[in-house]
């Protein structure tokens, strides 16, 4: 098991998730805490004045930006797996992470990696097509020869897919999500998938960086040797938990800084 240890993580976050008059997350005190934001590109939520105003945000901050890539599905907030041909999902890829670069740069800083969102990200963990596609499209934005890093659930076809593609693999895990004892995310959709408590979230953040494990919803241990942790900022009260989730990391040694 001290192999899985990490002793520096990265904390990061979906920011953006908003449209026109319609807001979800709270980005500004999201971005106090966060070391990396996983930014809505306009496919299941965000739009350009949204997307420019969370990159100046957290360029003023020194937050990494990220973009997260998604199916075309702002009705089904990005949640709804779709079979997309693999030319078309590449090229929607790239076209998502052009439109950030271009806010990222006018604030100052540019996209520092990507991360799929909802079913594409968990479509990716199995579905070998789709997790080149994904990959071929992030090679198109980040230029011959050039890395873009790319997150994804340890051990998924994404990872692998990114790796064969010259981009750096990131592995990250989730503290406010229950585990499948294969270590894949238990799908939404079924009881307790989505954690609430926030002793809960902050204990299992602390054992996934410093220990590199995570109890599955059966109680047995997974092993997640993550360099990023996830906190959904959807969820009530995000920006509350993420601060106790970066003071508890703190408080057990573990440095709090950006992979990118």
């Known amino acids: 098991m ?25 980005d500004e005190a999201l971005l106090s805490v966060v070391t990396s934001a996983n930014v809505a590109c306009g496919f299941h939520a965000g ?6 105003r969370v990159c100046e945000l ?25 079979d997309v041909p693999p030319g078309e999902l590449a090229d929607e890829i790239a076209y998502q992470i052009g439109a950030l670069e271009v806010f990222a740069r006018a604030a100052g800083s540019r996209v520092s990696y990507v991360k799929p969102h909802g079913a594409l990200y968990n479509r990716t963990v199995h579905d070998a097509a789709q997790a080149a596609a994904v990959a071929a499209g992030i090679r198109i934005a980040a230029g011959p ?26 592995p990250e895990a989730f503290a406010d999500r229950a585990y499948t004892p294969a270590g894949t995310l238990v ?6 998938a989505v ?34 942790l996830c906190v959904h900022g959807d969820t009530p009260d995000a920006a509350a938990l993420a601060r106790r989730v970066r003071e508890a990391l703190a408080a057990a040694g573990i440095r709090v800084e950006a992979f990118a």
């Open 2 to 26: 001290a192999s899985m240890i990490t002793r520096a993580v990265d904390l990061n976050a979906d920011l953006g998730e908003g449209f026109g008059r319609w807001t979800l997350t709270d």
């Open 195 to 228: 954690l609430h408590d926030p002793d809960t979230v902050v204990a299992r953040a602390v054992a996934m960086a410093a220990e590199g494990a995570v109890a599955a919803a059966d109680g047995s241990p997974v092993p997640v040797a993550a360099r990023s």
């Open 187 to 192: 799908p939404r959709g079924e009881p307790g």
């Open 58 to 82: 957290a360029a003023a901050r020194g937050v990494r930006i990220g973009a997260q890539v998604s199916y075309r599905d702002l009705a089904g907030f990005g949640r709804r797996s779709m």
């Open 47 to 52: 739009d350009p004045s949204i997307m420019r």
């Open 145 to 170: 020869g050039a890395d873009l890093p790319v997150l994804g659930l340890p051990g998924s076809l994404l990872l692998a897919a990114a790796a064969d593609a010259g981009l750096t693999p990131i």
